[in-house]
């Protein structure tokens, strides 16, 4: 439901009634604002996380290549297959890259994190509860005493 409403200026505003609670037209926009840009600020940082993967990925790739060749190259020359080690934690640091730029790992970090929300909900309580205003303050007081008493 909507209602209009006329201030001493004679302009108008326009109130929601939501769940009981009457709220201003402009402090819902404000909101739904507010949530826009949070919503874009995320996906631009996950953006550029999936560029840097990238990036991240061409020179680890390249380093990866050669350092494969090279490590083969000398465990056949040598006759030594030791040299052929270091490629299993490489291999394991470019697979975990790759997935991460090109692959499936931000889905299925994303189904994972909606199953900890929904079934783990105890797991992601903060220490002594959520922060109010309350604790911020005495905090503040605090803390100013402690510098006026110095």
Same mark, same amino acid.
């Given at each position: ?21 009457? @709220? ?41 290549? @050669? ?84």
């Amino acid at each position: 439901m909507i209602w209009t409403c006329y201030s001493i200026r004679m302009s108008i505003c326009s109130w929601i009634n939501l769940e009981g609670k009457t @709220i201003s037209v402009q402090v819902v926009i404000k909101l739904e604002r507010q949530l826009m840009m949070q919503n874009e600020m995320r996906e631009r940082q996950m953006a550029l996380q999936i560029a840097w993967s990238r990036e991240f990925l061409k020179y680890f790739g390249t380093f990866f290549g @050669i350092a494969a060749i090279s490590l083969t190259a000398g465990a056949i020359r040598r006759k030594k297959p030791a040299f052929l080690f270091p490629i299993i934690p490489l291999s394991f640091i470019f697979t975990y890259q790759y997935d991460l730029g090109y692959g499936t790992l931000l889905q299925r970090m994303k189904g994972e994190a909606e199953n900890i929300l929904e079934t783990e909900k105890s797991k992601l309580q903060l220490p002594r509860g959520v922060i109010t205003f309350e604790n911020l303050e005495k905090a503040r007081r605090e803390q100013s005493k402690f510098f006026i008493d110095k």
